[in-house]
């Protein structure tokens, strides 16, 4: 009673919302956030709080929530609420560190450090050494007794606030520390001592006064609040955006911002800083894996400053930290269950963590790891199955060199494997060249001392990427990995003039335009043109390797086994001749969900026959060519059902316009003319103006909107008959010989029912006669492609007729959004760059829309036919995204090309144990 009062009473207020949190402390062993709060703390702050809450080592700090990130670029500005929770929890860490932020003789120094939900690399920079200023540096100084260290600090501090805040070109600071090195004839940057790096920040100083046009900024807390703001700020950067565009990231989510209390890794040569991996993320072997640099800060081990030491060097110079590193990174992977990507600092010999998470590996080593983890007992299959990206098995598939072409040219230098796979072609030394060279359809290798953030595209573009700097974690192999693109980097041999657009290594020159060739997996680089070849995957599909003599082929079998067990969704292929269907059906497809009849028609010596039946003046004639391409057509089937040995075969009838089996219209014309004017006598004239006329006749204003699909098979039914026998025809041969067939006739872009009763019964006469005429009897069904918005719309009573549905989701989307396939390219990217459409919408299926008329249509379908069989024949049949879309809605099946069939198998399987795609 009393309840039921409250509950209605006009004077009870729900509860006062609790005013909600945006900052998160961590330090001391416990920390407010763990590894589910990505949302909140973005990749890094979870990474963060997780490791302090295990009692690792981690310097204490903060992290203020991706959604301030969201409110500040909306508003631009953070409201007072959430400011003052900033100024508490910079308390609590200036207590935790027991030094104080500003303070002239125990100054509080902090990272600002962005980290959105999905890791971005470099695209957003981290500043150090923040709370410097003049007095901070003196009172550092004679803390520590290091002038070198206190002044390091601050130069380093001057310029990535300068670059990252006040948006100075990194170059006028590297040119200000050049000079300065030059004076002291100091070729390194640890050669500089404490008086020469004072210099270094006056020089600093006067280049952001000059640039600027104001002094660096002294008061601590300003700079807080600068920094904070410049990296919500670069959420929205180009390059940000183009990122996440590539990566499917959405924009909204926004970064969070983290401020740590700093450790040295530049106090000396008991201090180093590092990055490593805990197995190899190219070729996925457990090995431990990562390099340091001594007497270095942050990014310098990346940055190809100086060239870092690989790891295990650590374990001879510093052995304590070493064995400690070892300790705790195995213990991440056990605790993550995945191989690690972690950096650290050691300030005078003590280990910090900094960061770690789920390394970033190629296709070829995700197989690997998630394999050896199940034989190390880390993981299950099922954790396996999730833990490989699906879009990532196509580099397992990408080429390679063939061996004994590759053997005969010398390498004219050798860089480190950063990203396996063989790249072939012209050299460029610009992003911008590689995507306009690329454009025009040259192959291009894309060459630069270092790749940059700003690279992305051109680096997406090349065959591949060539750096003379940086090691193998450094920008342009981290990127190539996870892009797939085959990449060797750190080729010091290289000396690029990027400006003539040419680079010299060991006496020869190369130009813009040569082509080169590398190995991502041995790091060789040759100056030449060498074919490329299939890959070990490849080979044992095509039958010319031994699955046995493939280690890679046996980890890919055993991970597509355990997809297997947990997916609900079949898997065909898009096939439309016999030797696709084999290579489907090696990848593990069970069926043919779209043969594309009229691919027949395309065949050696075929095409004048199509021609002739197209030019036909009467019915008679028209059935003469047709009889002559029965028995092409019967061949073609016989081998694609062969092929599918009893799986489902879904045979499309002729659907597009006629006229593409013509000539081109401007073509005949030109033709002509010539013919005129030069032979008017030739005999070929008659037959080319025969041609042109008919071409006329059959030319459309909008021929995907025209005389194509059902309207043919209505039309013309001799097409239809020819084509029902010649499927029918090879099934009952097949039948006799023993073979099991499943054939299955689809009406293409039926709107009506009507269309498709038309059809049905012309295909039920002429199966019921060859049958009788051959004495089989076989098992078809007859249904109809859905890609007509009409057709979905009228899916129950289409049902009525239709044995089943396949929805043609490349038609489906061009008609729901009136966006023509062909041309949508024109507009695209302007509609991505404006966020009117994330994702292209003929690749990624458009769930909200598309996908609400296929929710409907497969409703109607079963509701009309109890248990239709249902299944997907668009490109988005091979799209992992779609595919989880498809499982939401109960499809039976999805259907793809044949070498996206290993990644449909995997997707179902993600898709099945409801996995977010992306996540
Ligand atoms: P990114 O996202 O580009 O990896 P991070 O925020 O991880 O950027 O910072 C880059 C590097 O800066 C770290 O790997 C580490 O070497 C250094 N760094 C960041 N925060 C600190 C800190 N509190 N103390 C010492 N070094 C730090
Ligand atoms: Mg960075
Ligand atoms: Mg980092």
Not at 70 to 99: C, F, M, T, V
Not at 391 to 417: C, H, N, V, Y
Not at 832 to 855: H, K, N, W, Y
Request: charged fraction near 25%; proline fraction near 5%.
């Amino acid at each position: 009673m009393a309840k039921r009062g409250s509950a209605k009473s006009p004077t009870r207020k729900t509860p006062k919302a609790r005013a909600r949190k945006y900052v998160y402390f961590f330090g001391k062993g416990k920390a407010d956030g763990n590894r589910s709060m990505k949302d909140q703390l973005g990749g890094k702050g979870a990474g963060l709080a997780e490791m302090t809450n295990a009692g690792l080592p981690v310097p204490p700090g903060f992290t203020i929530a991706s959604q301030v990130c969201s409110i500040y670029n909306r508003q631009a500005r953070i409201p007072a609420a959430i400011e003052r929770e900033i100024d508490e929890h910079l308390k609590r860490l200036e207590k935790a560190a027991g030094a104080t932020l500003g303070s002239a003789d125990n100054p509080l120094l902090v990272s600002v450090r962005s980290g959105a939900k999905f890791s971005m690399p470099g695209m957003m920079d981290t500043i150090l050494n923040l709370g410097l200023n003049d007095d901070a540096a003196e009172g550092l100084k004679r803390r520590t007794g290091n002038e070198r260290f206190a002044y390091d600090s601050y130069r380093r501090f001057v310029q990535m606030f300068g670059n990252v805040v006040l948006e100075i070109p990194k170059e006028e600071f590297e040119h200000e520390f050049e000079g300065v090195k030059k004076g002291r004839r100091a070729s390194l940057d640890t050669d500089l001592d404490g008086r020469a790096l004072r210099e270094v920040v006056d020089r600093y100083k006067g280049v952001v006064q000059r640039r600027a046009g104001r002094p660096f900024p002294q008061e601590p807390r300003e700079q807080l609040t600068m920094a904070r703001d410049a990296v919500f700020r670069s959420w929205m950067n180009p390059r940000a955006r183009e990122y996440r565009r590539i990566y499917h990231i959405p924009d909204d989510i926004g970064t969070a911002v983290n401020v740590q209390m700093m450790v040295f890794g530049n106090t000396g040569e008991r201090s180093a800083t590092g990055v490593g991996f805990t197995r190899n993320p190219a070729s996925g072997k457990k090995e431990f894996y990562g390099e340091f640099l001594i007497n270095a800060q942050g990014e310098d081990v990346v940055a190809g400053i100086r060239t870092p030491q690989p790891i295990r060097q650590l374990a001879e110079v510093m052995p304590n930290a070493y064995k400690q590193l070892r300790d705790i990174t195995t213990r991440l992977e056990r605790h993550y269950r995945d191989v690690q990507d972690f950096e650290f600092t050691i300030q005078d010999e003590q280990l910090f963590m900094l960061q770690t998470r789920s390394g970033k590996r190629t296709g070829y080593a995700a197989v690997v790891i998630a394999t050896d983890l199940v034989a190390e007992k880390l993981i299950t299959p099922k954790e396996a199955i999730l833990l490989v990206d699906p879009e990532s098995l196509i580099q397992l598939m990408a080429l390679g060199f063939d061996p004994d072409e590759w053997r005969k040219i010398p390498a004219a230098t050798r860089g480190l494997p950063a990203s396996p796979g063989a790249a072939s072609g012209q050299v460029v030394f610009s992003a911008d060249d590689a995507v306009i060279w690329t454009q025009r359809g040259q192959p291009v290798v894309l060459v630069r001392r270092e790749t940059t953030p700003d690279d992305i595209r051109g680096m997406f573009v090349s065959q591949g990427i060539l750096t003379a700097t940086g090691g193998m974690t450094s920008h342009a192999a981290v990127v190539g990995r996870q892009m797939g693109r085959p990449a060797v980097v750190g080729a010091g041999e290289l000396e690029i003039d990027e400006r003539a657009k040419r680079f010299t290594v060991n006496g020869k020159t190369v130009k813009e335009g040569d082509f080169i060739s590398f190995d991502g997996l041995s790091g060789e680089v040759k100056i030449a043109r060498v074919a490329s070849k299939p890959s070990e995957i490849l080979q044992v599909v095509a039958g010319t390797l031994d699955p046995k003599r493939s280690d890679i082929y046996q980890r890919f079998d055993k991970l597509l086994g355990w997809a297997d067990r947990y997916r609900r969704l079949e898997v065909r292929a898009n096939a439309d001749l016999p030797d696709q269907a084999e290579i489907a059906h090696a990848f593990g497809a069970r069926g043919v969900g779209l043969c594309r009849t009229e691919h027949m028609f395309f065949g050696e010596g075929r095409i004048p026959i199509v021609q002739r039946m197209i030019l036909a003046n009467s019915e008679a004639d028209r059935r003469k060519a047709l009889d002559e391409l029965m028995p092409l057509q019967r061949q073609d089937f016989y081998g694609i059902l062969k092929a599918m040995n009893g799986a489902p075969v879904t045979i499309r009838m002729i659907d597009p316009p006629l006229h593409e089996f013509l000539p081109r219209r401007e073509e005949l014309m030109v033709e002509v003319a010539r013919l005129e004017i030069t032979d008017p006598q030739s005999p070929a004239l008659a037959g080319k103006r025969r041609m042109l006329q008919r071409v006329e006749q059959l030319h459309e204003f909008n021929p995907m909107l025209g005389h194509r699909g059902v309207r043919l098979g209505i039309t013309y039914p001799e097409i239809t008959e020819m084509q029902t026998r010649a499927i029918v025809e090879a099934a009952c041969q097949l039948t006799k010989e023993g073979v099991k067939v499943a054939p299955e006739i689809m009406i293409p872009l039926v709107g009506d029912v009507r269309e498709l009763r038309d059809q049905k019964a012309v295909v039920d006469r002429v199966a019921d006669e060859t049958m009788k005429q051959h004495g089989v009897r076989i098992k078809y069904l007859v249904g109809s492609m859905i890609e007509v918005p009409r057709g979905a719309l009228t899916a129950g009573q289409i049902a009525t007729e239709a044995q089943f549905f396949s929805f043609g989701t490349n038609d489906l989307t061009q008609m729901t959004y009136g966006f023509s396939r062909d041309d949508i390219g024109k507009f695209l990217r302007i509609y991505q760059e404006r966020s009117i459409l994330d994702r292209d919408p003929f690749t990624t299926l458009d769930t909200d829309g598309v996908g609400a008329i296929i929710r409907f249509g497969v409703e109607r379908g079963r509701k009309a036919r109890p248990g239709l069989k249902i299944g997907i024949c668009g490109e988005h049949g091979g799209d992992p995204a779609s595919i989880h879309f498809f499982e939401q809605v109960g499809l039976d099946y999805v259907s793809c090309s044949p070498y996206r069939v290993p990644i449909a198998r995997l997707a179902a399987a993600q898709a099945a144990l409801s996995v977010k795609v992306g996540d």
